[in-house]
């Protein structure tokens, strides 16, 4: 299966695509999980991404298209493949369309993940990270047990840096501007699947599977 999830920051598409990346055996590749893996190994690419990224705006196509093209390349994404957060920008999804004809093995569907505008703040604004295990969790839908610190191991939870009230209202106006018009993109190449992502995690893993049905492997 060889897929793209979009949708607004915290339509949940992270969540689905671990369930879905699971079900079928495939990586699921997050542009934005990758620049926080090298944010806190310190890497030269995590100190450019840092301060895109804390601002809520996006890293330049240039890094992020060539980051993606490395990761498509690597053994585990040939049977296929998830995509989360990327592309997020029409170049993004045009050199994302060349280098996959190059290797004969195109996009089979685009999810766009739907869900009205106050939701995702509030999703958004009440998520909470382990740094130390990388659970997560929600102050209202998915709360630790333990309060403050994670349940799994202990560590006091952290809020993500662009999950602050001024970077998230940065992140919606850039999905607006920036990544919508992707919806249209791959609507005219007739790849486009709406999904209602308003429901619950469990309602919206079983209307997503239903679209993806045509092309799992399993
Ligand atoms: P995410 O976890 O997908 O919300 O991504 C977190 C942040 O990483 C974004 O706000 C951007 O700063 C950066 N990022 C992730 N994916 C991309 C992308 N495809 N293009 C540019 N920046 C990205």
Redesign the pocket.
């Known amino acids: 299966m060889r897929l793209v999830l979009v949708g607004p920051?915290g339509a949940g598409k992270?969540t689905q695509a671990a369930f879905i990346a699971s079900a079928e055996s495939i990586p699921k590749i997050?542009?934005?999980?990758i620049?926080?893996a090298n944010v806190s190994e310190g890497t030269e690419l995590g100190k450019l991404?840092k301060q895109?990224?804390d601002a809520?705006?996006?890293?330049?196509?240039s890094v992020?298209v060539e980051m993606v093209r490395n990761r498509l390349a690597e053994e585990d994404a040939v049977r296929g493949f998830l995509l989360?957060?990327?592309?997020?920008?029409v170049p993004?999804a045009e050199e994302l369309g060349a280098a996959l004809q190059a290797t004969k093995r195109p996009l089979q569907r685009v999810v766009n993940f739907q869900v009205p505008r106050a939701d995702v703040i509030r999703r958004l604004s009440g998520r909470r990270s382990c740094p130390k295990c990388q659970a997560t969790f929600h102050v209202e839908f998915a709360p630790s047990k333990k309060g403050n610190a994670c349940d799994r191991c202990g560590e006091m939870l952290v809020q993500r840096s662009?999950d602050k009230p001024e970077a998230i209202e940065t992140?919606l106006k850039?999905y607006e501007e920036q990544t919508a018009p992707l919806i249209q993109y791959y609507a005219h190449k007739r790849l486009l699947s709406e999904l209602d992502a308003s429901g619950s995690m469990d309602e919206v893993f079983e209307a997503l599977f239903g679209v993806l049905a045509p092309y799992s492997a399993i």
């Open positions: 920051p992270g997050s542009t934005g999980d620049f926080r991404a895109y990224m809520g705006d996006l890293v330049p196509d992020t989360d957060g990327f592309p997020r920008t993004q662009d992140r850039v």
